[in-house]
């Protein structure tokens, strides 16, 4: 009986391991992702305004198909920020929300599992207990 007592704490212990390390690797995940996110907008809302504040040149060519060409750089700058912004704010948003999930998913999980040793004068012994 208590070589199994023993052995059931162990397997427990080693449990809660799991999930404190799986939490801890899934915040990460996800307070990455909410940079990459915030990171990916502002990237993108500032390219916008470099795209709409920048100095536009139309020019056409010998069969009429024309072309905008930005003088000052800004419009260059502004398309390099969308570029780079919108994919940016999208894998934010996906690491996000998947490493939110999963904290919640093992929170849970770690709350749910108990394990009690009973040391009464009237009941001797042990319980193990998962919730859902």
Not at 23 to 42: D, E, P, S
Request: charged share 10%.
């Amino acid at each position: 009986m208590c070589f199994q007592l023993a052995m059931n704490s162990q397997v427990l212990q080693t449990q809660n391991d799991l999930y404190q390390r799986k939490i801890a690797k899934f915040t990460k995940m996800r307070n990455a992702g909410i940079g990459l996110g915030i990171g990916g907008v502002v990237l993108t809302a500032a390219g916008i305004v470099m795209i709409s504040q920048a100095n536009w040149h139309q020019t056409t060519d010998e069969y009429g198909n024309a072309t905008y060409n930005s003088s000052d750089g800004a419009g260059v700058a502004g398309v390099f920020s969308l570029i780079v912004g919108i994919p940016m704010a999208a894998s934010g948003i996906v690491l996000g929300t998947i490493g939110s999930s999963k904290v919640n998913y093992y929170r849970q999980k770690l709350n749910g599992l108990s394990f009690k040793v009973n040391y009464s004068n009237n009941i001797k012994g042990f319980t193990l207990a998962y919730k859902f």
